[in-house]
């Protein structure tokens, strides 16, 4: 069955450093998320991204965060200056272009930034 | 906009005893209504979907939910507890816009299993 994948499954950075979360997501799909979850906190929804370019974002995401697809299969979030809050769970989804709402979002393991 | 609300951060049922997680939703719009499970050290896993068909909705591992409108609920049931339920359980809702249909997820009701 085919299924997102994230890499790396943990990422410890030092505060101020750029970091990239990498996914690849399932091969016919066709809209692009992440999300983060911090320790003990519900999922929180960061951007979403449909044909090369961002459909929607959340006041999370400002601009120390950008997404991109490089070479239609990566998919990459990468946070330029990372601050301690921005240690989390993150979670790429990726969905079918199924039209309105029947579509499902398929999630990936997760990448554990920890910023120290 | 849509939001979730879900009752009970803690449940514990005995085995093979009655699961049900409370999730109740708000939305300006026809939502689309989902439950994941988040099992230790691992991604969402999909249990079930409603998005307007039938009001109860099978999933996997035995679970249920019903949608009701009158009660802007969608409580997730299992009949009989398993040790291998023991997870995270998330109610998420969706809109019904084009293109951009991002999930708004419920705080979460993590599950234990009594032996």
């Known amino acids: 069955e085919p299924e997102v994948t994230q890499t790396p499954s943990h990422q410890v950075t030092q505060m101020g450093q750029e970091v990239i979360l990498r996914c690849v997501p399932i091969?016919?799909?066709?809209?692009f998320y992440w999300y983060r979850q911090i320790l003990g906190q519900k999922v929180e929804f960061l951007v979403s991204?449909?044909?090369?370019?961002?459909?929607?974002k959340s006041e999370i995401f400002d601009d120390q965060f950008s997404v991109e697809r490089p070479d239609g299969s990566n998919f990459t979030l990468k946070i330029r200056s990372t601050k301690l809050e921005d240690s989390a769970m993150y979670f790429c989804?990726?969905?079918?272009?199924?039209?309105?709402?029947?579509?499902?979002?398929?999630f990936g393991p997760g990448t554990r930034l920890t910023v120290l | 906009a849509q939001s979730v609300t879900q009752l009970g951060s803690h449940v514990s049922v005995s085995e093979g005893a009655l699961v049900l997680l409370r999730c109740n939703y708000s939305?300006?719009?026809?939502?689309?209504l989902f439950w994941y499970v988040q099992y230790p050290n691992q991604g969402l896993q999909l249990l079930l979907k409603?998005?307007?068909?039938?009001?109860l909705v099978k999933g996997i591992n035995g679970f249920e939910a019903e949608f009701k409108k009158s009660e802007t609920s969608f409580h997730l049931t299992k009949p009989s507890a398993h040790m291998s339920d023991a997870a995270e359980y998330f109610c998420?809702?969706?809109?019904?816009?084009?293109?951009?249909?991002?999930?708004?997820f419920g705080t979460g009701t993590r599950l234990t299993i009594i032996p």
């Open positions: 989804a990726s969905r079918g272009g199924g039209g309105l709402g029947t579509d499902t979002q398929y």
């Open positions: 091969s016919n799909h066709l809209y």
């Open positions: 991204f449909y044909n090369n370019e961002i459909s929607e």
């Open positions: 939305s300006s719009v026809p939502p689309y």
């Open positions: 409603y998005t307007s068909a039938a009001t």
């Open positions: 998420a809702v969706s809109g019904s816009n084009f293109g951009n249909e991002k999930l708004t």
